[in-house]
């Protein structure tokens, strides 16, 4: 009679171990690659919002009067937008924190009259900030209001 022992009972594979740590590895990159793709996200709406903005500007500033409300989607760390005549960009993005994430300078805007005319922060809410952009017959330049 042979005796046979537990011990292959409990004892694993090298092939079982290695696999295990392979699942592992390839669990903890998909986690990095979910995050990474996220913060991509956040920073393709800032850039979509700059160009619309951009944009939004150039139409009204090309016509002779407009007054126009327009609405824009940002990421929900961006908690608000203010306007300065200081440094060479005029729009700075505000994070969680109350701290500078990220500025942009904005072509054909007024930024005396839009600093001038109060606050010039607009809180951005849930990831929507609307703006109204206008110019009256003989300015030059776009301003932005609440």
């Not at 979910?34 to 956040?42: A, E, M």
């Not at 409300?69 to 005029?90: D, H, M, R």
Request: proline share 3%; glycine share 6%.
């Amino acid at each position: 009679m042979v005796k046979r022992g537990r011990r292959g009972q409990i004892h694993l594979s090298f092939g079982m171990i290695f696999s295990i740590i392979l699942i592992i590895i390839f669990i903890a990159f998909a986690f990095y690659a979910i995050q990474k793709f996220l913060g991509l996200q956040d920073s393709i709406k800032i850039n979509t919002f700059y160009d619309t903005l951009q944009n939004d500007v150039n139409t009204v500033w090309n016509s002779a009067q407009a007054v126009q409300p327009k609405p824009y989607i940002l990421p929900s760390s961006v908690k608000e937008i203010c306007f300065t005549n200081t440094g060479s960009e005029n729009m700075i993005l505000y994070g969680n924190n109350n701290r500078p994430e990220n500025s942009h300078n904005v072509d054909h805007i007024n930024i005396t009259a839009t600093t001038a005319a109060g606050d010039s922060c607009f809180n951005v809410i849930n990831g929507q900030l609307s703006l109204v952009l206008q110019k009256n017959f003989g300015d030059t330049l776009v301003t932005i209001a609440k």
